[in-house]
């Protein structure tokens, strides 16, 4: 029989209980015993759901009180010595490397953390010593929740991250030179050791993740493949389902040699299905595989019908007992269930399926092809009548949009002259100093901004109360723009609750969830709003607070939007149409409040960009390149309908663009603001050597801590740009938005940034 399986489960709760919990026990206000008795209702809770929905394989130790990777790292005792030196309790000392630790005495800062592959999910990056040894936990982690489940009366399939992709995944610590790869031999044993425990415990089988298969890989990290898997395979160690996901692992199937003695390979066919044939056919004459057919990454419905096509033909190749049907990822990246909404619009409401919808997905499709589609009849039924009314829903066929789509001309993506003659119309236009100041875009979120919006959210108050509670913070912001003496102002983002929300409702085509988190990192979660349909903006979005901006400023006013590609990453887009015409969509909006705002007085506009780069396709080469092309010709279009004399801006939370440095110019943009100020001054190099020439203001400082620069420090920083960049190239502005400071530090900080660029100016 084909049986039914998840990867992974997400761990937050249906109310994101572990995040409180988490958050309790930091604020010293829950015993960490009631936060591990909390963790455990929430694993037992967890198992259930999958258990009663009929799942025949559930995960165990896919649960982690705040990143998995970090929980190998201390599985492995690759803590460094900074934070075991700490003496703290096992899980402070997990904690402390997830988001360090200042207390007591002991004051370490935590691990880098980094975006788990194409999701908005961030892992710990494993950081290794030269001469790095490791060795197992007592009372490992995955042993103990496995044993937890089964006294539960639960058998599990424990999940592990492998240790090619563990190590792969990481990186020497600061000062080390160690290359994580060669720690593989060391590795391995502790692994074994491990797998020996498990198997003691009674697992049978155990899924090893090996993401990094669907990236290129360099040679030694193939090769690594053979050795680890020769020793984590054989007889006294539970049999291994090696999963997959994210991509397709067509381009190292050479591999396949190594991995031969695995019982199963696992393979996401929501995002390649076309891998199905070619791995299929390399698998070895026992082996399994497991297919991945439904969506651990979005909210989508699955389709049972294509779905089941796809499982009915890898059972056609390979038998109805080497077949596993699964879910594509874990379901981490999904929010917990659809039963916590209740505010959702009916019609919408039936397209959706969150992690507990899902579970139950794999169940039907694997009876469906175990026992024949009449054993799920009605289930099949409904979900086709579901699938049918998406597709020929008003909201997914706004004849509108399309027409509008279709009528778009090359010509629409470009400005109508060149930077220089821009360049020269803006000069004249907006006044501006060299090194001209601004910030970009946020002011402080105070307190006071949040209760009145609540309030109004509420309706405690009315629209014109909040209104004016708006206008009265844009005074106020401005009049404190005028102190710092400024050169481009903006108006301070108080209306705004989130950057792609806030426009999200304020478009045709979107839902939103009042329930729907998933984990972002750590205790964080985000709530994604919903691409549903065709998008398009019914009434300008922001021209009535930007125009109310500028009439009681002086000096220009900026006005601030997120970019297309931003609103469609930082969403759950559609799975029905590709996401370069949901981010055309998203650019024929906001170019309709490009030319508003313009045709308002607003003739500097900034449109924020900050996903761009996490869109990249994991490989590189044509996919890739067929991304960027749709990514930046919705920029473009975004942007291209103002006059030369109206400045365009765009702002990027990172300044790494070696890779894509060719996209980056393709914008267009007159000026870039980037994140510089914590990374290297060379990255600018980049723009130096490609002879970039428009305008660029690199982060001069660091927002994300309430430190204040002195004004030498951000004087040897321009010092430092302009060795790469030209004195009537740069602008001075801070890294990034200021909502999460404090006004205190923001007034210091904002004064020796501007006096710092006064000084340039004298000076050149
Ligand atoms: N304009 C936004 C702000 O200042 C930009 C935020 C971002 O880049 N993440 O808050
Ligand atoms: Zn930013």
Not at 364 to 392: D, F
Not at 463 to 477: A, D, G, L, Q, V
Not at 600 to 617: H, K, M, S, T
Not at 698 to 720: F, M, T
Request: contains cysteine.
């Amino acid at each position: 029989m084909v049986h039914s399986s998840v990867l992974g489960f997400p761990r937050m709760g249906a109310d994101r209980e572990l995040k409180k919990a988490n958050e309790a026990y930091w604020a010293g206000k829950l015993s960490q015993e009631d936060l591990v008795k909390e963790a455990s209702r929430l694993r037992l809770e967890h198992w259930k759901i999958q258990k009663d929905a009929g799942v025949d394989i559930i995960p165990s130790n896919d649960f982690a009180f705040y990143d998995h990777l970090l929980d190998h790292i201390q599985l492995f005792n690759a803590v460094p010595e900074r934070y075991s030196s700490a003496k703290l309790s096992p899980l402070d000392e997990y904690f402390a490397m997830g988001r360090g630790h200042q207390k007591d005495g002991v004051d370490v800062p935590s691990l880098e953390m980094v975006k788990w592959f194409d999701s908005n999910y961030h892992y710990v990056k494993p950081t290794f010593q030269d001469g790095q040894e490791f060795k197992l936990a007592s009372n490992p982690k995955p042993v103990r929740d496995f044993k937890e489940a089964k006294e539960a009366g639960i058998t599990t399939r424990p999940v592990l991250v492998g240790p090619v992709s563990f190590l792969a995944l990481g990186k020497a610590d600061r000062n080390q030179s160690v290359d994580p790869i060669s720690l593989l031999e060391k590795l391995l044993p502790v692994y074994v050791e491990l797998l020996q425990q498990l198997k003691e415990a009674g697992a049978e089988y155990v899924q090893i993740d090996e993401p990094v298969l669907v990236f290129d890989l360099e040679q030694k990290v193939k090769d690594a493949f053979k050795p680890a898997y020769e020793k984590l395979t054989g007889s006294g160690l539970p049999k291994l389902v090696l999963a997959t996901y994210f991509g397709d692992i067509v381009h190292n199937l050479d591999v396949f040699p190594s991995i031969q003695n695995v019982a199963a390979v696992h393979i996401d066919l929501v995002r390649n299905p076309e891998q199905l044939e070619t791995v299929a056919s390399k698998l070895g004459s026992s082996q399994a595989l497991s297919v991945g057919v439904v969506d651990g990454r979005n909210i989508w419905k699955t389709n049972f019908k294509n779905a089941i096509e796809i499982v009915e033909s890898a059972v056609q190749k390979l038998g109805k007992d080497r077949v596993i049907v699964a879910t594509s990822s874990s379901l981490l990246h999904t929010p917990h269930s659809l039963d916590s909404e209740k505010k959702l619009d009916e019609e919408v409401r039936d397209w959706f399926s969150f992690a507990v919808q899902k579970v139950a997905e794999v169940v039907v499709i694997a009876k469906a092809v175990t026992e024949g589609p009449a054993s799920v009849r009605e289930a099949l039924e409904a979900n086709a009548k579901s699938m049918q009314a998406r597709a020929t829903s008003k909201r997914t066929n706004v004849q509108a949009v399309k027409d509008r789509q279709a009528s778009v001309t090359p010509e629409q993506h470009e400005r109508k002259s060149e930077f220089p003659s821009r360049y020269a119309q803006q000069k004249e236009h907006l006044h501006l100093p060299l090194f001209p100041t601004t910030t970009i875009g946020s002011f402080p979120q105070t307190k006071e901004i949040r209760i009145q919006r609540n309030k109004f959210t509420k309706g405690e108050i009315t629209p014109e109360e909040y209104e004016r509670f708006i206008e009265k913070e844009i005074e106020e912001t401005i009049k404190i723009q005028d102190e710092l003496d400024l050169d481009v102002y903006v108006h301070g983002e108080p209306e705004r609750n989130d950057m792609v929300q806030y426009f999200g409702e304020r478009l045709d085509g979107y839902a939103f969830t009042t329930k729907g988190w998933v984990q972002s990192y750590g205790s964080r979660c985000v709530r994604p709003p919903i691409i549903v349909g065709d998008i398009s903006r019914p009434a300008p979005m922001t021209v009535k607070e930007s125009k109310y901006a500028a009439s009681v400023s002086k000096k220009p006013m900026k006005g601030m939007l997120t970019g297309p590609i931003t609103c469609l990453r930082w969403s759950f887009p559609r799975d029905d149409v590709h996401q370069s015409v949901q981010a055309q969509q998203l650019a024929l909006a906001l170019r309709d409040e490009v030319v508003d705002l313009e045709a308002a007085g607003i003739y500097v506009i900034q449109v924020d960009e900050p996903a761009l780069r996490e869109g990249l396709p994991l490989r590189k080469g044509i996919e890739r390149e067929k991304y960027l092309s749709w990514a930046v010709d919705s920029f473009k279009l975004s942007c291209a309908g103002v006059k030369d004399s109206t400045q365009i801006h765009s702002h990027f939370c990172y300044s790494e663009f070696q890779d894509f440095f060719h996209a980056i110019a393709a914008l267009d943009a007159d000026v870039l603001s980037i994140e510089n100020s914590k990374s290297d001054a060379k990255l600018l190099k980049v723009f130096e050597d490609k002879e970039y020439p428009r305008h660029i203001g690199p982060g001069v400082y660091d927002i994300h801590s309430p430190r204040v620069p002195s004004e030498q420090e951000i004087k040897d920083r321009v010092a430092d740009m302009l060795k790469y960049l030209k004195p009537e190239q740069l602008w001075i502005n801070p890294d990034c938005g200021l909502k999460t400071r404090q006004w205190k530090e923001t007034k210091a900080a904002l004064i020796n940034m501007v006096n710092a660029a006064k000084y340039n100016r004298e000076k050149y």
